[in-house]
């Protein structure tokens, strides 16, 4: 690793050995066993292994936080080829001032228009009792695979940007935001033809792509004799100038016991201005989606769901209704146009036993579909799956599963899933 992501480790290790008070941590160790059909007639062999680790040392305002993954396949043709995603490691020293927080490593920054995991540094600071919050963050975009190591070029892979947000009353509040980020994609080299068509390799150098947006966002929620909560959002692409996404969302509550969605959703593809795709003709992607549910009982509820997605003057549409109970859910739906059609239904329970120490589960999936218009006979999809959660303490959990499927690929595939978690909250007092 390069020293920026060493000194956080080197950080940990004197708070963990010196002034350490507080440390929580996550293991989870899992596995996935399966069967690939990698063409017609030819299949092989995987068995996943997955070691996640969450850990965070604080003392007082002083904290660093990381998360990483390590995965190797112990049995398919790319065997014991393991790999390594640091997700986050990060310091954070909150509360300054009784005003400011600042974080330093690679982490996960969100504000508005912007998101994304960066090297760097991100600040923010709360005003006016914290009715004024801003936001500010630059760093390196991370290397492909969540690397443990900085990008190269850090000067065309960046992101920076800021967000404001301005809450004068208890029931909503106002942002706006702005983000950059360039991304130089990686040189190749490329067989290309001289004047007597002869062919030669060449290198090609790609210039850096650039995104800059401007988002404005307004959500509200009003708990009054009719509850109602709403959220308004639209981006603003600056190079293309023109809107990159408008958003609408809505949840009233007209009596006690139902509930009521609007939701609508038009995005423009996110191309930057400096590629190539950005002169060709493309389409907007518009979503309507309404939904209700309602409580019969309490821990019992039906809900209904309607969806339309319209894209180059096609449109598909879902239907959905369902029911969840304390200890099952059960939904069927309906999706018809320009993607296919499809009938599906699915039921998931699970109760549980021994004073919550075990749960069974059991899970089925039916479906009928096919993929165009031309297709005369519907394709027909099981899947099911039985499994057992194990929780004899509160810090220590292990799940099972092992699920069947069939389809026209597999004909009968069945794959094993394990999985154990296990939780560390621990309060030093060494000094």
């Known amino acids: 690793m390069r020293p920026m992501l060493i000194a956080p480790v080197l950080f940990m290790v004197a708070v963990e050995g010196l002034f350490a008070q507080r440390i929580q941590a996550r ?14 007639g030819t299949s092989s062999n995987h068995l996943y292994g997955y070691q996640s680790v969450q850990l965070s040392v604080a003392q007082n305002d002083l904290s660093l936080h990381t998360y990483l993954q390590g995965f190797n396949d112990f049995a398919g043709p790319l065997k014991n080829d393991p790999k390594l995603r640091l997700y986050n490691l990060y310091v954070k020293w909150g509360n300054i001032a009784s005003m400011a927080d600042v974080s330093l490593g690679r982490q996960f920054v969100w504000g508005g228009a912007g998101s994304g995991t960066i090297d760097g540094i991100n600040a923010s600071v709360k005003l006016m009792d914290s009715r004024i919050r801003l936001k500010g963050y630059y ?28 809450a004068p009353f208890e029931i909503g509040q106002l942002s706006v935001s702005y983000v950059r980020k360039s991304i ?40 009054g004799v009719v509850p109602v909560s709403a959220y308004l959002r639209y981006d603003y692409d600056v190079n293309l100038k023109q809107m990159s996404r408008f958003q609408f969302f809505t949840r009233v509550k007209p009596i006690d016991r139902l509930g009521l969605t609007v939701e609508y959703l038009q995005r423009e593809p996110r191309i930057s201005f400096n590629s190539i795709f950005s002169v060709f003709a493309y389409n907007s992607l518009k979503e309507y989606d309404f939904s209700a549910e309602y409580e019969v009982v309490p821990a019992l509820q039906v809900y209904g769901k309607y969806g339309e997605v319209a894209f180059e003057g096609e449109t598909s549409n879902q239907y959905t209704v369902g029911v969840n109970w304390r200890y099952v859910s059960a939904s069927a739906s309906r999706i018809t146009g320009y993607n296919g059609k499809i009938n599906a239904a699915s039921l998931n329970a699970g109760y549980p036993l021994m004073d919550n120490m075990l749960t069974p589960t059991v899970m089925l999936t039916y479906g009928r579909y096919k993929l165009n218009q031309y297709q005369t006979k519907r394709d027909v999809a099981l899947a099911a799956g039985v499994g057992v959660m194990y929780r004899p303490m509160q810090f220590l959990s292990v799940d099972t599963q092992l699920q069947w499927i069939q389809n026209t690929i597999y004909k009968n595939d069945v794959r094993l899933f394990l999985r154990g978690s296990y939780f560390l909250n621990e309060r030093l007092n060494l000094f």
């Open 139 to 166: 760093g390196s975009l991370t290397p492909p695979g969540m690397k443990g190591s900085l990008i190269e070029n850090a000067s065309e892979n960046n992101m920076f940007g800021g967000q404001a947000v301005l």
């Open 27 to 40: 293991f989870v160790t899992s596995a996935y066993a399966w069967q690939r059909q990698d063409t017609v």
């Open 184 to 223: 130089l994609p990686s040189a190749y080299k490329a067989t290309r033809r001289d004047s007597l068509f002869n062919p030669y390799q060449r290198e090609i150098r790609p210039s850096a792509s650039i995104e800059e947006l401007v988002s404005g966002d307004l959500s509200a929620d009003y708990e």
